[in-house]
């Protein structure tokens, strides 16, 4: 494998694990408001450009509630390095 390559891989891996992080920590604080997935609550992804990189948005969702607007979690890929960040 090319030095890209491996550079490539390790960022998309570690994208991969900031992004389960997340969902594992807003899953936690969803649950803690009684927004279980029994009840029909389910996390929404979305990206969103934002100045120096992109975004990836979780928030809770379901087809009949209002979800509080409080509540997300985003995993922020830099577009300098590929390097991600999680912020909650």
Do not use: Y
Request: glycine share 6%; hydrophobic share 35%; charged share 30%.
């Amino acid at each position: 494998m090319s030095d890209d390559s491996n550079h490539t891989h390790r960022i998309a891996l570690e994208f991969a694990a900031q992004r389960e992080r997340a969902r594992s920590m807003l899953r936690q604080q969803m649950d803690a408001r009684g927004l279980t997935e029994k009840a029909g609550w389910k996390i929404s992804e979305s990206l969103r450009h934002v100045t120096g990189g992109t975004e990836l948005v979780m928030r809770p969702i379901h087809l009949r509630e209002r979800a509080p607007a409080d509540l997300e979690c985003i995993v922020a890929i830099s577009e300098e390095d590929g390097t991600s960040d999680l912020r909650t």
